[in-house]
C-alpha cells in the first residue's frame, strides 16, 4: 500500500477549514465538496485513457477519452460527503453503498448495509473521509472484494499512523490518498488533532 498527501496548496486550505471547530455545517458541506473534488482527482490521476478522433471547428485532432470504468463506493453516513463529488466528475460511475456505524464506547465497526453494483473489471473507490483505528475502511474494502473488487482505492480526508498501518497490514494491495496524516488518535479513538465526528459536522447532529 502506499499512502499519498494531497499537498497541493488548494486542498490544505481546505482542509484547514474542515478542522477550524467554528465551521458551521452549511460551509462544512461546501469545504468537503471541494476538497474531495481535489482528492478524487488526484486518486484517478493515472487513469488509462482510450485514444480516438475527435473533430474540432477547425480540423481532425486525436482526443483521449477515459479508457476505464469506475464505481464510488461511500462508507455511510460520512461518506455520502464525497459521492457527488465523485459524480461531478465521473457521471457515469457506478454507485454503491456500505453502513458502518462505530460503536460509542468501543470503537468497533458493525455493517448494517451494502448494496453494491457489480465491481468487476471496475476501478473502485471507497470513500469515507476519516481513517481512525482504520476498522471501517478494512471492513469496507474486505465486503467490496468479496463482492468481486479487483482494482480498489481508497480516498479520505484524514488518516492517523494507527489507521492506515491497520489498512496496510489487512489490505496491502490497497492504495490511499489523504489531505492529511495526522499525529494519532485520542482515548476515544478520535483522530487527533483531526477535525471532531465528520458525520456530526456535516450534518449537525451531536
Ligand atoms: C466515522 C467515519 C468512518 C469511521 C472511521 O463513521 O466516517 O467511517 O468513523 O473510524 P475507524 O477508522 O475507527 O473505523 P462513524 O462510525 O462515526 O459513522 P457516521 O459516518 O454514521 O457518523
Ligand atoms: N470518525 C470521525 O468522524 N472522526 C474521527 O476522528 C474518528 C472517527
Known amino acids: 500500500m502506499s499512502l ?5 496548496p488548494l486542498a490544505q486550505h481546505l482542509l484547514s477549514h474542515l478542522r477550524d471547530a467554528s465551521t458551521p455545517p452549511a460551509q462544512f458541506r461546501q469545504f468537503s465538496r471541494l476538497l474531495s473534488q481535489l482528492l478524487i482527482i488526484e486518486a484517478t490521476r493515472e487513469l488509462p485513457t482510450r ?3 475527435v473533430q474540432t471547428p477547425l480540423e481532425e ?5 477515459l479508457g476505464q470504468s469506475l464505481a464510488v463506493v461511500p462508507v455511510l453516513r460520512a461518506g455520502l460527503a464525497m459521492l457527488e463529488p465523485a459524480l461531478d466528475l465521473f457521471p457515469e460511475v457506478g454507485v ?8 460509542h464506547d468501543t470503537a468497533i465497526a458493525h455493517s448494517y448495509y451494502c448494496k453494491l453494483p457489480n465491481l468487476v473489471g471496475k476501478l473502485t473507490l471507497c470513500v469515507d473521509p476519516m481513517l481512525a483505528t482504520g476498522g471501517s475502511a ?5 465486503l467490496l472484494k468479496a463482492h468481486g ?8 480526508v484524514i488518516a492517523s499512523p494507527e489507521g492506515a498501518a491497520r489498512l496496510q497490514e489487512a489490505h496491502p494491495d490497497v492504495d490511499v490518498w489523504v489531505a492529511g496524516l495526522d499525529r494519532g488518535l485520542n482515548d476515544k ?7 471532531g465526528d465528520f458525520g456530526d459536522r456535516l450534518y449537525g447532529t451531536l
Open 138 to 142: 478494512s471492513q469496507a474494502i474486505s
Open 149 to 156: 473488487a479487483d482494482q480498489l482505492r481508497m480516498v479520505s
Open 189 to 195: 479513538k478520535y483522530i487527533v488533532p483531526g477535525l
Open 4 to 8: 499519498k498527501i494531497v499537498d497541493h
Open 51 to 53: 485514444p480516438a478522433p
Open 96 to 103: 454503491g453503498y456500505i453502513g458502518l456505524e462505530r460503536n
Open 61 to 65: 485532432t486525436q482526443g483521449h477519452y
